[in-house]
């Protein structure tokens, strides 16, 4: 299993912006690799999704436009990059990697990981 944690998270006001990263403990070439979320009272939910080549990306649509994922191999690390947050982006969020290596598919759902994060706690204030 690949332990992964994940950082950056805080409070910050509604408009601002924060980057989340999620260090690996192995090498993460070959990973297909997201962030999910997961607010008070509500189920997790995809929030984006990188393919190991990073020739596929996923956006749910709530954060299409403000939101973007990227991975440096070379630091077996995943970012997000959130702009322009909204109180309803509130979640603890978490990182997930597919240790399945050279997937050709590429799934946005919780059962297509399985590798995850402790969370980081995400609040935006409004």
């Known amino acids: 299993q690949v332990q992964l944690v994940e950082s950056g998270g805080g409070l910050v006001q509604a408009g601002g912006s924060l980057r989340l990263s999620c260090a690996a403990s192995?090498?993460?070439?070959?990973?297909?690799m997201a962030w999910f979320r997961q607010a008070p009272g509500k189920d997790r939910e995809i929030v984006a999704a990188?393919?190991?080549?990073?020739?596929?990306?996923y956006y749910t649509d709530s954060v299409k436009g403000r939101f973007t994922i990227s991975r440096d191999n070379a630091k077996n690390t995943v970012y997000l990059q959130m702009n322009s947050l909204k109180p309803e982006d509130t979640a603890v969020y978490y990182c997930?990697?597919?240790?399945?290596?050279?997937?050709?598919?590429?799934?946005?759902?919780?059962?297509?990981?399985?590798?995850w994060g402790q969370g980081t706690q995400v609040t935006v204030s409004s």
């Open positions: 192995a090498r993460t070439f070959g990973y297909n």
């Open positions: 990188l393919n190991w080549s990073e020739r596929s990306t």
């Open positions: 997930a990697v597919d240790t399945r290596r050279w997937r050709t598919t590429f799934g946005v759902r919780s059962s297509d990981f399985d590798s």
